[in-house]
């Protein structure tokens, strides 16, 4: 009943009046959210990170939707087990590609009502154009960046670079592929895609990269960034994200048996 739902509510805040303190302006710096972000209030803030958190938290809201993160269809470097470089999809990849389409139109109907990003790498943007919507390539989305590693294979990487290798199997989140980057560094990239995320009302479909979506995906659902580089990210599977006020319900939608219809 709407109008005992109100009441509740009503009541519910009444609950919180009796505690709730006001900050006072002599008390040190604030944020300040006015119904659920309306407005938004700051006092004496300085800095870099405090700044950061002013822009994050002007762009939360409340609305309803679904953030689907996505790898690239099979890719040729998938097959022969190269890593980076900017291959096409493979066969089994275009047909992904249709797979993932047909999941979105079923979910979505035809309208525009779902926003499609994907990186600047071939892989990706055409494992979107089945879907036959604008999408928007985003650098941030590439995938980590294997410098003078860029196009191996991890045995090849082993015989040749040894050290590297090891030095990788220490410690996946910090190593830095020479001339390339590391988990942590992608982390970074990817902030203006999170705050991006965060701000955007209808449902999103992220189509990236296995090391990229780890980093988005332990993002949602709270998980330690050093989890990042060991977190499962299949290939041709949807990872469904529903955010909501105090977490995100997860459902994964393997693809890949629609490949054989
Ligand atoms: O193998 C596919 C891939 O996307 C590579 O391009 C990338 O280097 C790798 O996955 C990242 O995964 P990991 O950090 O486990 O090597």
């Known amino acids: 009943d709407p109008e ?34 309306a407005r938004v209030e700051v006092n004496q803030l300085q800095g870099y990170l405090p700044s950061r958190l002013v822009s ?31 291959p096409d999809l493979a066969p089994r990849g275009e047909r992904f590609a249709r797979s993932l389409a047909a999941f979105v139109h079923q979910r979505t109907g035809h309208a525009n009502g779902i926003a499609v990003w994907t990186s600047s790498l071939k892989r990706t943007v055409r494992t979107a154009v089945a879907l036959e919507r604008p999408s928007l390539p985003w650098r941030a ?63 999103v479909l992220v189509i990236a990269h296995q090391a990229v979506l780890r980093a988005l995906y332990a993002y949602f659902t709270e998980l330690p960034a050093e989890d990042c580089p060991f977190l499962p990210v299949p290939m041709h599977t949807v990872i469904e994200l529903r955010p909501h006020a105090y977490g995100c319900d997860e459902r994964r939608i393997p693809l890949a048996p629609l490949l054989e219809q």
């Open 4 to 37: 005992a739902a109100a009441d509740d509510f009503r009541h519910r805040i009444k609950h919180y009046e009796k505690t709730y303190e006001q900050v006072g302006d002599d008390e040190g710096g604030y944020i300040r959210r006015v119904d659920a972000g």
């Open 56 to 86: 994050f938290l002007m762009n939360l809201h409340l609305s309803e939707r679904l953030i689907w993160l996505t790898r690239h269809g099979e890719s040729i470097y998938n097959i022969s087990g190269r890593i980076g470089g900017d």
């Open 141 to 203: 989305l590439d995938e980590i960046d294997a410098g003078v590693c860029d196009g191996m294979t991890y045995d090849e990487i082993h015989t040749a670079m040894p050290d590297e290798y090891a030095a990788r199997a220490r410690d996946k989140f910090r190593y830095r592929y020479p001339r390339g980057e590391s988990y942590q560094d992608v982390i970074q990239r990817l902030d203006p895609v999170i705050l991006e995320l965060e701000r955007q009302q209808c449902s």
